[in-house]
């Protein structure tokens, strides 16, 4: 067993008999009270979101994987599939493995796959994507007092909330982890 405080974001964790990736890790000392150590986990298993609080003495087990690089192919349902850059061997993921990010699967992009020994358990795309606006609406002229945002949908089928000033056919950068734009590509 490891101390919590050796655990970072990132770090793959069991926690009740489950795994769970580390999303957010914050040290805190409240005033006049005792340390302790905030976390917020997701269990790769159901996708679900656990906050928790540790004092600086109590124990997890830190669990070791490894990744590979591998590139999106196509959609199956609710499951992605993705092949090996080196050997070619297909993979099938959940979206709950993927998480948020699942709506920005590109074609072709190179994901990171995380194992636990030989079975897949988690995603981790690229921090950004860039994709080709397909709809959105025609933006006011002259409405730029304010920082209004109109939704629009891209390439792949998601939608995000972009600036009146970007049109059908721009390409945009988007970060996977928030579905937030970022500029114009």
């Known amino acids: 067993m490891d101390k919590v405080s050796d655990i970072s974001r990132g770090s793959f964790v069991r926690y009740n008999g489950e795994l769970a990736v580390v999303l957010e890790y914050e040290h805190r000392t409240p005033g006049n009270l005792r340390a302790f150590y905030q976390v917020k986990m997701r269990n790769i298993k159901s996708g679900r979101l656990i906050e928790q609080r540790f004092r600086p003495d109590d124990e997890i087990e830190i669990v070791r994987v490894h990744f590979k690089e591998h590139q999106f192919l196509y959609l199956d349902g609710d499951n992605a599939v993705f092949m090996d850059n080196e050997t070619f061997e297909q993979i ?17 992009m190179n994901v990171s796959i995380y194992f636990d020994g030989d079975e897949p358990i988690y995603a981790e795309l690229p921090v950004t994507v860039e994709l080709e606006v397909t ?4 933006g006011l002229r002259g409405d730029t007092a304010t920082r209004t945002l109109k939704p629009a949908t891209l390439e792949n089928g998601a939608e995000v909330k972009v600036p009146l000033f970007v049109n059908v056919g721009d390409r945009i950068k988007v970060d996977t982890r928030t579905g937030e734009y970022i500029e114009r590509a």
Request: proline share 5%; glycine share 14%; net charge negative.
């Open 135 to 138: 709809y959105t609406e025609p």
């Open 92 to 108: 099938t993921l959940s979206r709950e493995a993927i998480g948020e990010g699942f709506k920005f699967l590109k074609e072709g």
